[in-house]
């Protein structure tokens, strides 16, 4: 997320809420010239100041390179500010190092760079979501991170500096930027600025001083989500907002951040498909009657507004914008034209979004002014066109696992021992299989005999009965749970309806929160939380209870009756577990 202009004091008046963190890049830009020498540095200023530094002065980098991506080096730099004026030069790397002092900081500052051909000067500053949840809620002061003097890799517009020790990371580290490089050039044809990641050894890397930053031990699932989610993105737009002017107009979001997410979501695609189950958790629970409209998206949150649509777009845009650009690539059968589009925008000199609209709909030959209406409800039905998002069939729920949980019970002889257990994402019913359900079944397949036993024992009380040839449910049962079925019934159902019975494992950690809670609905026994007490009806029911009849009592997935009403089955066999 770049943060293009900030008021001073607005970062911890946000932040201090429970706001949702983000990562931020703070660029400035500028093309440098014998006739143009000042460099505006004052929006990485004004961000700066804002943050609860732990220094009395703090780092700036200024990178010079030429039309190319090369570093520039042997350029005069001169800073001139109420304090001092001073001279550096820039090394081989094509960077100048000033260390200014807090008081610096509050003053007028001017840097000019001397330079006898046009190169490209840039400044940037990043700060992860990690750093910025430790400064403003747990109110820890922010540390700075530079890598100067560092061993480096460079490969043409792209540098890793690291930490003497952890030549291999970085390595591991290069070939994924130059992956994300390659597909950036071919989804967009964009020009790309010269990036710079710094790796740490710390749990977080602080304010990162010239680049990008990624600390090491940082859990490896949140660095995979800063390399394969965040990087592209970024990059993709810092290279949009410095080459392409595209928040000129702030209400051209639905382009910068559109085109970064839509890349993003593409190197995913390649490397991390994980990021698509964080992605469908978001989409599964969204209400299905929203209309946004991304004309309304603006980098200005005070423009923002609902346009044609009902709904403000704020974080849904991330979602919404990326498949915008995927539907104008599919619908105008032209893989080329984002590249088109920017190449021709980048020479308008009006860079409003109404210009935009009106050349992106002239080279795509769509209405997109249109296009850019999006429903909540074609958003879920159609985003799975472009991308391998995990929408689960009607009637169930998606279990984010690809992870390892305590399964069992130490104080039960037959749940012993407690042991770690690997779990891959499945889908799960969200409610019981139903009289309803099971009767449509047993008139398609009939009530078979297998293992001994027939799938639906009809000689016990059961809710489905055969009349004259056909099964029928009893009055006013069709919605209670099926029961008097064999396991090789349950998994005939299960076939049957295209689906699997879950193994016991799987059943335990949705039934427990992944493993992190006692009950379905938390760690605290609720006697109207599920259907328990037969006798003398403390539940509200005689027996069983239509199925989904307890809110309070469903999981964090939203399945219901995982305690109570019936016993079900999974796909193991019972028998105590072997300590072996």
């Known amino acids: 997320m770049i943060k293009k202009s900030i008021i001073k004091g607005i970062i911890p008046a946000v932040f201090a809420t429970n706001f949702v963190f983000a990562d931020i890049v703070q660029p400035a830009h500028a093309f440098i010239s014998p006739e143009q020498t000042l460099f505006p540095i004052d929006s990485v200023i004004n961000f700066v100041t804002q943050l609860p530094l732990h220094s009395d002065s703090i780092p700036l980098v200024i990178s010079l390179y030429d039309t190319l991506g090369e570093a520039v080096s042997g350029i005069p730099c001169s800073l001139a500010t109420s304090f001092r004026n001073s001279t550096l030069i820039s090394d081989n790397n094509g960077e100048v190092f000033f260390s200014i002092s807090k008081d610096e900081l509050n003053s007028q500052m001017k840097y000019h760079l001397n330079s006898s051909s046009r190169i490209e000067a840039l400044s940037l500053v990043f700060i992860n979501e990690l750093t910025l949840f430790l400064a403003f809620q747990r109110k820890d002061t922010i540390t700075f991170l530079t890598g100067e003097g560092w061993p480096e890799l460079n490969d043409t517009g792209i540098r890793v500096v690291y930490p003497e020790e952890h030549k291999g990371e970085a390595e591991s580290l290069m070939v994924v930027l130059r992956e994300e490089r390659k597909i950036i050039k071919e989804r967009t044809g964009m020009k790309l600025i010269p990036l710079k990641v710094i790796l740490s050894n710390g749990l977080e890397p602080g304010l990162c001083i010239g680049g990008f930053g990624l600390a090491l031990k940082q859990s490896e699932s949140f660095n995979k989500q800063e390399m394969f989610k965040v990087f592209p993105h970024e990059w993709a737009e810092i290279s949009l907002y410095t080459y392409y002017h595209i928040y000129n107009d702030p209400a051209n979001r639905w382009i910068g951040d559109g085109i970064a997410n839509y890349v993003a979501l593409e190197e995913c695609k390649k490397s991390y498909p994980f990021h698509f189950l964080q992605l469908a958790s978001g989409l599964l629970f969204s209400e299905t009657d929203k209309l946004y409209d991304l004309r309304s998206w603006s980098m200005n949150e005070d423009t923002s507004n609902f346009g044609r649509g009902n709904t403000y777009v704020g974080w849904d845009g991330y979602n919404l914008a990326p498949y915008f650009w995927a539907r104008v690539i599919d619908k105008s059968g032209n893989p080329e034209i984002i590249d088109q589009f920017l190449s021709e925008f980048n020479i308008k000199k009006n860079k409003n979004s109404k210009n935009a609209i009106k050349t992106l709909s002239r080279l795509s030959g769509i209405n997109i002014n249109e296009e850019l209406l999006i429903s909540s409800q074609e958003l879920r039905e159609n985003i799975t066109k472009y991308w391998p998002i995990p929408i689960p069939p009607r009637g169930m729920n998606l279990i984010i696992a690809d992870q390892s949980f305590l399964m069992g019970d130490s104080s039960d002889m037959s749940t012993r021992p407690v042991r770690n257990v690997h779990v891959s994402t499945f889908f799960l019913d969200r409610y019981e299989v139903t009289n309803k359900q099971f009767c449509e079944f047993l008139n398609t397949k009939g009530n078979q005999k297998e293992g001994g036993t027939y799938w639906l024992d009809e000689t016990a009380y059961s809710d489905i009965l055969l009349e004259d040839g056909k099964f029928i449910?009893?009055?006013?049962?069709?919605?209670?749970?099926?029961?008097?079925?064999?396991?090789?019934?349950?998994?005939?159902?299960?076939?049957?309806?295209?689906?699997?019975?879950?193994?016991?494992?799987?059943?335990?950690?949705?039934?427990?929160?992944?493993?992190?809670?006692?009950?379905?609905?938390?760690?605290?026994?609720?006697?109207?939380?599920?259907?328990?007490?037969?006798?003398?009806?403390?539940?509200?029911?005689?027996?069983?209870?239509?199925?989904?009849?307890?809110?309070?009592?469903?999981?964090?997935?939203?399945?219901?009756?995982?305690?109570g009403n019936v016993f079900e089955w999974v796909a193991d066999w019972y028998e105590p577990y072997d300590p072996a």
Do not use: I
Request: hydrophobic share 30%; with cysteine.
């Open 473 to 563: 449910v009893r009055k006013d049962r069709e919605n209670f749970p099926v029961t008097q079925v064999s396991w090789y019934g349950a998994r005939a159902y299960a076939k049957w309806a295209g689906k699997r019975l879950p193994t016991e494992a799987e059943w335990e950690f949705a039934a427990s929160n992944n493993g992190t809670t006692l009950y379905p609905w938390g760690n605290d026994w609720h006697d109207d939380y599920c259907n328990w007490a037969d006798t003398g009806k403390l539940d509200g029911y005689e027996f069983t209870a239509p199925v989904g009849s307890f809110e309070k009592g469903k999981n964090h997935y939203d399945c219901y009756d995982m305690v």
